[in-house]
């Protein structure tokens, strides 16, 4: 029998290149799809010599045919603050054009279909910890919005096809993740702290610090992901890690793992910045079992010989 074979667009994003390691792993035969935009070759070297893998360097937002799959994860989308304010309109049409053409796949070839939504859905929330029924508190026309509405339009399409031509959906909306592979100058939280601690710089935290993040450890985010991949859900589920830490004591940590000496320089708050953000996981945690098991220490650690080789390149 042939092993079951799975598209991933985003391939060789953050995400992407981790979740084909595990679907590999899992015994798929995979296929990702990526223009390396935002993603890069080299987060998939080690995977250069494996018979049952194979990169497309393609455009999603044009029609594309990667051949039968059983299953289609769809991750194309520039997913940092800073790739997305750069590549503002990519982000629009790849959650737009990109969907539609990684749905047609799953419907063509009766595939299931994971989509990587975000907590950037609910915006600025009003509601904490957010729960998947809450709506969200989204400015359109921010700066934020070229990301955020095309998240909200992807789970959109994403109904859509399921309504529409039964196409057997999930959403996973997924909380900040971090870990090896991440991009250094991302403007996310910990790359930015964990490159400014290992060169010795200062640690830029933006408003009073005060503001609230939670963590998901890239390993636990995946198990996530896998866990609702083989679930029945349609509807969305949060996928990322309870435990809410503000972004000074977040930085303390980075110092302390890291051994840094580095001092923590304050910066306006950008617009459009959320206050808080905290999945409510009851539905992850009844639904798939699944609930994160790595603190944030543990997780840095696990990152450090990562972000120390990205940090002095
Ligand atoms: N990392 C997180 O904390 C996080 C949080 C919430 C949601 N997500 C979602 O997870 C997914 C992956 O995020 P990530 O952090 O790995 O980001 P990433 O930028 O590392 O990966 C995105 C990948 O998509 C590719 N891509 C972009 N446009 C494309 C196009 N038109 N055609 C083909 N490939 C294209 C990029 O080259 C890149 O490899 C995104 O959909 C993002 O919205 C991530």
């Known amino acids: 029998m042939n092993p079951r074979r799975a598209l991933v667009t985003g391939g060789a994003g953050f995400l992407g290149s981790h979740l084909c390691d595990a679907l590999l792993g899992e015994g798929y035969s995979v296929v990702a799809a990526d223009n390396l935009l935002t993603g890069r070759q080299s987060n998939l070297d080690h995977l250069r010599h494996e018979s049952c893998f194979e990169l497309r360097q393609v455009d999603i937002t044009q029609p594309f045919d990667c051949g039968e799959v059983d299953y289609v994860f769809h991750f194309a989308c520039p997913a940092s603050p800073v790739d997305y304010?750069?590549?503002?309109?990519?982000?629009?049409?790849?959650?737009?054009?990109?969907?539609?053409?990684?749905?047609?796949?799953?419907?063509?070839?009766?595939?299931?279909?994971?989509?990587?939504?975000?907590?950037?859905?609910?915006?600025?929330?009003?509601?904490?910890?957010?729960?998947?029924?809450?709506?969200?508190?989204v400015n359109p026309i921010g700066p934020r919005s070229v990301y955020d509405e095309a998240k909200r339009f992807t789970e959109a399409v994403t109904m859509a096809y399921h309504r529409y031509h039964q196409v057997d959906i999930r959403i996973a909306r997924i909380f900040n993740t971090y870990g090896p592979r991440m991009q250094l100058n991302d403007g996310r939280v910990i790359p930015n702290f964990m490159k400014q601690a290992l060169r010795g710089e200062d640690l830029t935290v933006y408003g009073d610090g005060s503001q609230t993040r939670s963590f998901?450890?890239?390993?636990?985010?995946?198990?996530?992901?896998?866990?609702?991949?083989?679930?029945?859900?349609?509807?969305?589920?949060?996928?990322?890690?309870?435990?809410?830490?503000?972004?000074?004591?977040?930085?303390?940590?980075?110092?302390?793992?890291?051994?840094?000496?580095s001092k923590l320089r304050y910066e306006p708050l950008p617009q459009d910045d959320p206050k808080q953000r905290c999945p409510d996981i009851t539905k992850a945690r009844t639904l798939l079992r699944w609930e994160p098991k790595t603190d944030l220490e543990t997780g840095l650690r696990l990152s450090l010989d990562y972000f120390r080789a990205a940090a002095h390149l």
């Open 85 to 137: 304010t750069v590549h503002g309109i990519a982000t629009l049409q790849v959650g737009s054009l990109g969907t539609f053409h990684a749905l047609e796949i799953a419907r063509k070839y009766g595939a299931k279909y994971l989509v990587s939504s975000t907590s950037e859905c609910y915006g600025d929330p009003l509601e904490h910890p957010q729960k998947e029924t809450y709506w969200g508190n």
């Open 216 to 261: 998901c450890y890239v390993r636990d985010e995946i198990e996530g992901l896998l866990r609702l991949a083989k679930s029945t859900e349609h509807l969305p589920v949060n996928i990322g890690n309870p435990t809410e830490f503000t972004i000074v004591e977040c930085a303390r940590r980075v110092l302390a793992v890291t051994g840094s000496k």
